[in-house]
């Protein structure tokens, strides 16, 4: 056996070398630069071993590999911009020769004349994908926890070691593109129905089915190093790729407006390589990959939605010195709409959960969401009936707040009301254990007001799901003026135990998110107003990058949402603090119309019954004399929607609501999708430049009213050349400490 920091290589009497792949201190492999050096040694040993007959690749850990390191990724963008202040003639070449690393190695296993099989055990990503591809044999386990995918695309890159021409040429074209444009995950049954796996077998024959292949003879050559290799249709030039190639850069560009320069370098990589050979292919694919990287949108993509995700996700914001809450159990105070879903994440990270109400009836009825959700997944074989059952068996309905007298956080979710919230505070208090922290839910009460409640503000804090809960990634934490360490260590265990993604902000009203999103929808009111037509608006906001328009956001909400927090704007803090327009228009919508939104099945759009679909209320256009589309610049509505979001998160930070860019960006785009290929809020603004980003407010401000004026800090920015990332550094901590 041959021992590498990574691998192992052991040869069996049959001659076939099993190279096990386990990177020490890590949970799952991925490539590193010290991974790659020692595969290469490893082409290259078994090469020159002649009882070496042929190599089967898997994984000792319970995944086969993420793909590529951050740090890898991280130094490639170090990389070209040190080479680019040395030397700009040379650095995307530079660039250009390091990107090929991956792909020459894999090449190299390719050819290297022996037969590599690739025995995925489980979830095989990015960059371990495109080496198994680069296997002559490839056998996945049929475990339910086998995914695999080429998702580069959504952190804005794309499979770039000859992922886009392998796919291409092993499945049809259509799905080859549609896998990696959209970075989708395959069950190992699918991909082997799309012709990229050739066996799927039961987990324990895995290494025995990977190494039969070898025995039976499989040829060390992969099918295009073939003479007479044609792509699966054909290629290109077959009438079947003359339905296809004219119609895919505009399905391409319907799914995402042209923002994203990594799913159309696919297409380009794709249809240029398949008339090529090989080789020459690779180079192609080489060449849009080192232009790609060099785009704003993989920076800041790459930044946002790998690396600081990461980063969050392994609680960069979480005090030092507090040692780790293993949550014991957890009790949820208000089993409606959120409490209910509250426990049933709580219970599937496997954390016993009391979940109390005003009675056993009302606490039952909240547990019943977590038995549909079980049967759904059951249903969908996502859990077994086991796993579904002991899921539901953690939910324990109450009535009794004694029963809170063992947990070691409470999160409240009860009615949206001062009073109501501070008698259920005041009991919860009242059998509470020493130690234990209290989380409220609220969304738009004030922490630092809530926990004027409370005999202990120190263990006080806001834990801010969004809905529905299941689905959404993020949760806002919120400090209260007197939060302390401890609660905040705790509240993000166990925003860690389920899963999300937390970002802690200082006490505001409408914290982060909300503040953010109502800009976007309060725009919308505004072009409403101005007489642009209802379809442009929701389309302008679907083409600058949201996934979701914002008159059908609000319908999501709630309408009558709306109007309580109009209403409660000018309640504290008076009559100018809101547009009269707007509360006219929300108060026609709910007291005249009874509009309220999805909940109520009529709101800006129409909801029939299914199977036909939503669609703008038709009505809504008799309100304000409407303009004529060549009268309104489409680009310009783009501008508003972003500019006027970026502008309140800017806005937070300048007020120390938000203190690391990282959750300002992070927070956008789990929180409301805000435009991924920006990387964020403040990606946003830092990609164009404050400068930009200022000259552009004051022209907005100029024509759209002055909540477009830029801000003081802004215009700082902007006189000093300054980036979110730079001023308000996250690593600057790290860095002093260095
Ligand atoms: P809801 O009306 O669906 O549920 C509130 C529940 O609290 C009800 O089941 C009610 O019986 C219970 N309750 C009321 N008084 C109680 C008491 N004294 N003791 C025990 N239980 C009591 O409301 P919801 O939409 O789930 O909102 C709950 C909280 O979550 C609010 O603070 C709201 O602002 C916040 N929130 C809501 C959303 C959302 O999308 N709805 C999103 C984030 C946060």
């Not at 409490?339 to 009391?354: C, K, L, R």
């Not at 902007?718 to 860095?735: I, L, S």
Request: with cysteine; proline share 5%.
């Amino acid at each position: 056996m041959t021992t590498y920091t990574n691998f192992t290589v052991e040869t069996d009497a049959d001659g076939i070398a099993l190279v096990t792949w386990d990177m020490p201190g890590k949970s799952m492999n991925v490539f590193t630069s010290e991974v790659m050096d020692e595969l290469n040694a490893i082409i290259d040993q078994t090469v020159a071993d002649s009882a070496v007959k042929g190599v089967v690749i898997t994984s000792g850990k319970s995944s086969f590999s993420g793909g590529a390191d951050l740090s890898m990724i991280k130094a490639m963008f170090t990389f070209y911009n040190e080479e680019k202040v040395k030397d700009p003639s040379t650095a995307a070449q530079k660039l250009f020769d390091l990107v090929g690393r991956m792909t020459g190695l894999f090449r190299k296993l390719e050819t290297s004349g022996k037969p590599w099989v690739s025995a995925i055990n489980g979830t095989c990503m990015g960059g371990a994908l495109e080496m198994s591809l680069a296997c002559h044999g490839r056998v996945a386990s049929n475990a339910k926890s086998v995914k695999i995918a080429l998702p580069e695309v959504k952190v804005g890159i794309f499979p770039g070691a000859g992922g886009t021409q392998r796919v291409a040429r092993l499945a049809d074209a259509q799905s080859a593109l549609q896998m990696m444009t959209t970075g989708q995950s395959l069950t190992a049954s699918r991909a082997k129905a799309m012709n990229l796996i050739h066996q799927v077998v039961e987990p324990d024959q895995l290494i025995p089915a990977a190494k039969q292949m070898i025995k039976d003879g499989l040829k060390p050559i992969a099918p295009w190093d073939e003479k007479g290799f044609k792509a699966p249709g054909g290629g290109i030039w077959t009438p079947a790729a003359a339905q296809l190639w004219p119609a895919a850069p505009a399905i391409l560009r319907r799914e995402t407006a042209g923002n994203y320069p990594g799913a159309l370098a696919i297409l380009k990589s794709v249809y240029e390589g398949l008339q090529v050979p090989f080789d020459t292919a690779l180079k192609i694919e080489q060449r849009y990959f080192t232009q790609v990287l060099q785009t704003t949108e993989a920076f800041s993509m790459i930044r946002s939605l790998f690396i600081s995700m990461q980063e969050l996700g392994k609680g960069a914001r979480r005090p030092a010195g507090i040692a780790k809450t293993e949550l014991k159990k957890v009790g949820v105070v208000g089993a409606g709409f959120m409490g209910a879903s509250i426990a049933y994440v709580t219970a599937a990270a496997g954390i016993p959960v009391t979940l109390i109400d005003r009675d056993m009836e009302a606490a039952t009825k909240g547990k019943s969401v977590s038995e549909g959700l079980v049967k759904d997944s059951v249903g969908k074989g996502r859990l077994t009936q086991d796993e579904g059952a002991a899921l539901l068996a953690r939910i324990t309905p109450s009535a009794d707040y004694a029963d809170l007298a063992d947990v070691n956080l409470v999160i409240e979710a009860v009615f949206e009301d001062r009073d109501v919230k501070k008698a259920v505070i005041e009991a919860v208090e009242a059998v509470l254990p020493e130690g234990a922290i209290f989380a409220s839910n609220t969304s738009t009460l004030p922490i630092s007001g809530l926990a004027k409640n409370s005999k202990r503000p120190v263990d006080f804090i806001g834990v801010h799901f969004f809905s529905p809960v299941e689905k959404m990634m993020l949760t806002e934490v919120i400090l209260g003026k007197e939060t302390g360490d401890k609660a905040l260590a705790v509240a993000l265990d166990y925003v860690a135990a389920i899963k999300k993604t937390p970002v802690v902000v200082n006490d505001t009203r409408g914290f982060f998110v909300n503040r953010c999103v109502f800009r976007y929808i309060h725009e919308a009111y505004d072009m409403l107003i101005e007489g642009v037509p209802p379809a442009m608006i929701e389309n302008a906001a679907k083409m600058a990058g949201m996934p979701v328009g914002p008159l059908s956001l609000n319908d999501e909400v709630a309408i009558d949402l709306s109007q309580k927090i109009l209403k409660a704007t000018v309640a504290d803090l008076g009559e100018a603090a809101v547009d009269p327009r707007h509360l006219a228009l929300i108060n026609r919508m709910v007291d005249e119309l009874d509009r309220r939104g999805r909940k109520n099945g009529k709101g800006f759009y129409d909801y029939p019954a299914k199977p036909a679909r939503k669609s703008l209320w038709p009505e809504l256009k008799t309100f304000y004399p409407q303009k004529k589309a060549d009268e309104i610049d489409i680009e310009v509505l783009k501008q508003r929607f972003l500019v006027t979001i970026a502008l309140e998160a800017a806005r937070t930070m300048e007020e120390g609501i938000v203190t690391d860019p990282r959750e300002a960006d992070v927070g956008s785009i789990l929180g409301f999708g805000f435009a991924p290929y920006t990387g964020g809020v403040l990606s946003y603004i830092d990609g164009m430049g404050a400068r930009n980003f200022v000259t552009l407010c004051e022209k907005l401000a100029a024509s759209y009213g002055p909540h477009f004026a830029p801000t003081a800090l802004l215009r700082d920015m902007a006189a000093k050349g300054e980036t979110f990332y730079g001023r308000f550094d996250p690593y600057a901590g790290a860095k002093a400490a260095a």
